[in-house]
Structures are given as structure tokens and as C-alpha cells.
């Protein structure tokens, strides 16, 4: 099994900027990659960025439009830069890692096999 946790959620004003981490363990060996989704109140979880080991690459929403960045390391930990951050994107940010055997598209939270908590971003106006 593999164990997420994040961190580095908080209120912030807009405009403002947010880093959160994600630390992983257990099993770090099946990840191949790792993404950021987020859910506001009443809609769906919605997927933000992804970042994978093989090859490097990285995957953005485009509501990112260039304001965040991802990263990661050869833990498997990944940070999430978020610059420029409007109410729009108050939510409750989550990381998920997906294993060198699932199929399915980066974009989408069905080809994620294990999750964090999630720690929560308000952004006030």
C-alpha cells in the first residue's frame, strides 16, 4: 500500500501564493506518477496537475493558465507551487498517486489508485 499526506493548506488572500507538499510512503516503488485535484463545495473533484517519472512530464488544467507548477522528487513526494491564487480557487486540494500498472488518462481520478486527506484552501477577496 501506499500512504499520501498533504499539507500547506491555509486562508490566503488573493493574489496570493501557496505551496503544498505531499509526502508518500510505503510501497513508493509502484508510483509512477502523481497528481493534484481539488473539490470546492457542491461541484466535482476536479483534476489541477500531474506530474510523472517515465518519462518526466508534467500535466496542467487549464485554468492553471501558467499560475501553478508542479514538481517532484525521487521519493515520490510532490509540491504543488500555486501563484496568483483567486477565490475560484477556494477548495480542498488532494494528491493521489497512480500505479505503474493502472491505465486511464492523468486527467482523470479514476486512474488513481490511492489518495491523501486533502487539506483545505481558502482564498478570500
Known amino acids: 500500500q501506499v500512504q499520501l499526506v498533504e499539507s500547506g493548506g491555509e486562508l490566503v488572500q488573493a493574489g496570493g501564493s501557496l505551496r503544498l507538499s505531499c509526502v508518500t510512503s510505503?510501497?513508493?516503488?509502484?508510483?509512477?506518477?502523481m497528481g493534484w485535484f481539488r473539490q470546492a463545495p457542491g461541484r466535482e473533484r476536479e483534476f489541477v496537475a500531474a506530474?510523472?517519472?517515465?518519462?518526466?512530464?508534467t500535466y496542467y488544467a487549464d485554468f492553471v493558465k501558467g499560475r501553478f507548477t508542479i514538481s517532484g522528487n525521487n521519493a515520490k513526494n510532490t509540491n504543488l507551487q500555486m501563484d496568483s491564487l483567486q477565490p475560484d480557487d477556494t477548495a480542498v486540494y488532494y494528491c493521489?498517486?497512480?500505479?505503474?500498472?493502472?491505465?486511464?488518462?492523468?486527467?482523470?481520478?479514476?486512474?488513481?489508485?490511492?489518495w491523501g486527506q486533502g487539506t483545505q484552501v481558502t482564498v478570500s477577496s
Open positions: 506530474f510523472s517519472w517515465g518519462p518526466v512530464m
Open positions: 510505503g510501497r513508493i516503488s509502484r508510483i509512477s506518477a
Open positions: 493521489a498517486a497512480k500505479s505503474q500498472e493502472s491505465g486511464g488518462s492523468y486527467y482523470e481520478k479514476s486512474a488513481y489508485d490511492w
